[in-house]
């Protein structure tokens, strides 16, 4: 998905069955999108700052939601044990998807 990200909105445009018109495409919709959502601008929203989000027995801060985004970084927070059994659960839960 990094590698082409534009073409990715694209397709994800399309299967929401919302896809670009020529004219969104020449004003370039899709990079204002990329430019938008990427990790710099959502990291540095004042609510991703310094909000809070309030649950029903504690607050957390929502900064701790932005890390390094960098692909494969989450392994670096779970020992083997845990990713086997996170990867054992995702085959469970996706098996019949198709996916």
Do not use: H
């Amino acid at each position: 998905m990094k590698r082409d990200i534009g073409n990715e909105v694209r397709r994800l445009a399309e299967f929401i069955g919302y896809p670009f018109s020529i004219e969104e495409e020449k004003d370039g919709m899709v990079e204002k999108i990329i430019k938008l959502c990427s990790f710099e601008n959502l990291s540095n929203l004042e609510v991703n700052k310094s909000g809070k989000l309030r649950g029903e027995y504690n607050v957390i801060e929502n900064r701790i939601f932005y890390r390094k985004a960098k692909v494969g970084d989450w392994e670096n927070y779970f020992k083997d044990e845990m990713k086997e059994k996170i990867d054992k659960l995702m085959d469970q839960k996706m098996s019949e998807t198709g996916l």
